[in-house]
């Protein structure tokens, strides 16, 4: 039974859907309202893979569970390691959480950012992502 699992920037919950046959899923996607032209599975498995993980079409629900729980273990990181990055980049507790995409006030970003690095607390996955785009910025800058 294929599965579809498609996540859109203005959603928090996804689209999750399962038919019996590639070919009802693929009209399934094509109803979905921000879903381009979908000519074929190979269409939509590309649209799909440009969509925010885990979003993509999988073979079973049981593929598309392996994939989600690869994603939360791959998306840690741990307190010592984002203390680090947070060092090599000179910023404040408060300064790094709002870079990293943390809302607040001041106080309330060093608090969280200290739960963090203590291990009380894990990075949202969408911050550990930012989190890395912003070490690779860091780093290409250092290397100019």
């Known amino acids: 039974m294929p599965v579809a699992i498609a996540i859109f920037e203005s ?4 689209a999750v859907l399962m038919h019996d046959s590639d070919q009802a899923l693929l009209a399934a996607l094509r109803a979905l ?12 498995k590309a649209w799909l893979a440009g969509l925010a ?9 049981e593929a598309a569970k ?13 307190g010592p390691a984002v203390s680090e990055a947070r060092e090599m980049l000179g910023l404040s507790r ?3 959480a709002a870079a990293i995409g943390y ?3 001041p106080n309330t970003r060093h608090k969280t ?6 291990g009380e607390k894990s990075l949202r996955p969408d911050a550990v992502r930012a ?13 100019e």
């Open 11 to 14: 959603d928090v919950v996804p």
């Open 33 to 44: 309202k921000p879903a381009p032209d979908l000519h074929d599975t190979t269409a939509a």
């Open 53 to 61: 993980q885990p979003s993509g079409w999988y073979d079973s629900p």
């Open 66 to 78: 392996a994939e989600t729980a690869r994603l939360r273990k791959s998306e840690r990181l741990t």
């Open 94 to 96: 408060a300064d790094f």
């Open 103 to 105: 809302a607040g006030n």
């Open 113 to 118: 950012m200290w739960e963090i690095e203590k």
């Open 131 to 143: 989190l890395r785009a912003l070490m690779a910025d860091h780093s290409l800058d250092a290397a």
